[in-house]
């Protein structure tokens, strides 16, 4: 009698955790059965151990599987899986099918071997198995809330949750009755599921070191710069034996386990997607977690120096200085060179003071070749202010009488119209040149008179009076050079600003009120207000 034809396969085994039930080993033993009896022989396995079916970036096996079978020739007709969950557990059930479609597509099959049904492309097949993939999924979610109530719970009870240690402090482990067992030390963990970690007090030499950073920080207004630059000229050692950074400094001066609170839930990272930073009302905290260090008002105390340490208390000079001489020593300038500074003021301050770092370097006379380097703020916020007093000017000269607001660019009619003044910047990119007019600032404008500036941010290539009809609602109007869908809003010069403003509002207003005085009870006729 002729035998059937045995079918090549490959199985594919996936295991997020120790739980027996989806262990690699009796994942490949049900499919070994499986195969047995359906007549395929198993030629390839591909494993991910240790890897959430969440994502499918960090399974390796699975992608060169999908590599393979794409590429043809990939040495077997079919692919054995245990069960849908082991194929993924996608929070997207789309994704899921994407991927075993792509197989295929491709001429292979894909069976799992656990499951009641046979993933035939039957009706029952399909609803079977995308009702698999919700529930896979739905158990990924139910199991993320279990845990993250667990470690509230946990965290309320006064453990670690884990994260790096802060400086002066230690891990204290307990045993199943809370009673200590000993400290760990840095790189130890638990050994017992049971167990716990506990926060508790360092060696008093590291104590004195942290009530005397806030000292300096608090009394002596010392800068971060300043105080790690004194720990390490005097040798002593930060977390781990390792030198001290102004971002070690400023770590422990916001870090309220020092006044006794602990919080949890700053940061998540749920479901495989990339960490975020959570809003403070989120937070979970817990005060007095573990015996204060420095006392809340003290802590405070830091808080509010550091709030009050303005950028624009430092002066110019001692800005552009270290810049100045840095540019003369290397001969150019960038943010790794800044950083490896030590008497170097932090990047931040010049892009705050400037606006960007390639205003800064242009202020010391640094160009990078790669990027034409930006005007310093200063230029772009007096040719602002003079645009607004030129259009003000321009209004008056009109016949308007004209209240303005320089400092905001507003300028208030005598009708009760308000006029937003701005001027855009030119931007360049790879593909087209063009200006970006700000909408968002001027919420109750009537009209907005946009001068368009050249490179030089001086020079002005020509003005838009754009009504309030045609604000976008995300806040901004992108004009592109060499012809836009509001070229018949541009005006050439401001001396007719004027006279647009009359005969726009003669065409829309003055129609408007004929039309109410005529026929009172019908709506008045819309019309698309368009500048002559």
């Known amino acids: 009698m002729p035998t059937d034809p045995v079918v090549r396969a490959a199985q594919y085994i996936r295991m997020s955790t120790s739980q027996q039930r989806y262990s690699l080993s009796n994942q490949a033993a049900a499919i070994e059965a499986y195969a047995t009896s359906k007549g395929f022989k198993i030629v390839k396995t591909y494993a991910d151990p240790g890897r959430s079916g969440l994502t499918f970036s960090k399974r390796k096996e699975l992608q060169r599987l999908l590599s393979e079978v794409l590429g043809g020739s990939p040495g077997f007709e079919a692919v054995l899986v245990y069960d849908v969950s082991r194929w993924g557990r996608f929070q997207d059930t789309d994704e899921s099918a994407h991927y075993e479609w792509l197989v295929r597509n491709a001429g292979v099959s894909v069976h799992y071997c656990a499951e009641i049904f046979e993933n035939d492309g039957s009706l029952t097949s399909a609803i079977m198995k995308n009702l698999k993939?919700?529930?896979?999924?739905?158990?990924?979610?139910?199991?993320?809330?279990?845990?993250?109530?667990?470690?509230?719970?946990?965290?309320?009870?006064?453990?670690?949750?884990?994260?790096?240690?802060?400086?002066?402090?230690?891990?204290?482990?307990?045993?199943?009755?809370?009673?200590?067992?000993?400290?760990?030390?840095?790189?130890?963990?638990?050994?017992?599921?049971?167990?716990?970690?506990?926060?508790?007090?360092?060696?008093?030499?590291?104590?004195?070191?942290?009530?005397?950073?806030y000292r300096l920080s608090i009394r002596d207004s010392f800068s971060d710069m300043q105080i790690a630059t004194m720990l390490n000229d005097e040798g002593i050692r930060s977390v781990r034996d390792g030198v001290w950074t102004k971002y070690l400094v400023r770590k422990l001066l916001t870090c309220e386990l020092y006044m006794g609170t602990a919080l949890f839930n700053c940061t998540s990272q749920r479901l495989g997607r990339s960490q975020r930073r959570n809003p403070t009302q989120d937070w979970v905290r817990l005060p007095n977690a573990l015996p204060p260090i420095i006392s809340a008002r003290r802590f405070a105390d830091a808080q509010r120096v550091r709030r009050n340490r303005r950028i624009f208390r430092i002066s110019e000079t001692d800005l552009l200085t270290p810049l100045r001489r840095l540019f003369e020593e290397k001969g150019r300038l960038s943010l790794p060179l800044m950083i490896a500074q030590p008497d170097?003021?932090?990047?931040?301050?010049?892009?705050?003071?400037?606006?960007?770092?390639?205003?800064?370097?242009?202020?010391?006379?640094?160009?990078?070749?790669?990027?034409?380097?930006?005007?310093?703020a200063a230029i772009t916020v007096d040719r602002a202010r003079a645009f607004s007093i030129q259009v003000v000017g321009s209004l008056r000269r009109g016949g308007f009488k004209v209240r303005s607001d320089i400092e905001r660019g507003v300028a208030v009619l005598d009708n009760g119209f308000r006029v937003a003044i701005g001027a855009s910047r030119l931007w360049t990119s790879s593909r087209e040149r063009f200006w970006e007019v700000q909408t968002r600032n001027c919420p109750d404008a009537d009209f907005l008179i946009a001068c368009l500036l050249s490179t030089d941010d001086r020079t002005a290539l020509g003005y838009y009076l754009i009504p309030a009809e045609r604000f976008p609602k995300c806040g901004r109007i992108r004009i592109v050079e060499g012809g836009h869908r509001l070229e018949h809003y541009r005006i050439e010069c401001l001396t007719a600003l004027a006279d647009h403003i009359h005969r726009y509002l003669s065409a829309t207003i003055l129609p408007r009120s004929r039309a109410r005085r005529s026929a009172p009870s019908a709506p008045p006729p819309h019309r698309e207000p368009r500048l002559p």
């Not at 003021?345 to 930006?374: E, F, I, T």
Request: charged fraction near 30%; aromatic fraction near 8%; proline fraction near 8%.
């Open 133 to 213: 993939r919700v529930m896979a999924g739905e158990y990924s979610r139910e199991l993320s809330r279990k845990v993250w109530a667990a470690q509230v719970r946990q965290f309320e009870r006064g453990y670690r949750m884990g994260g790096r240690t802060p400086y002066a402090l230690r891990r204290l482990l307990l045993d199943e009755h809370g009673q200590p067992k000993g400290v760990l030390n840095p790189g130890e963990a638990k050994n017992l599921r049971w167990e716990k970690v506990v926060l508790v007090q360092g060696p008093p030499e590291e104590l004195a070191v942290v009530r005397r950073i």
């Open 344 to 376: 170097m003021p932090n990047h931040a301050s010049y892009r705050r003071r400037y606006g960007s770092l390639d205003a800064a370097y242009a202020k010391v006379g640094y160009v990078r070749p790669s990027k034409r380097a930006c005007p310093p």
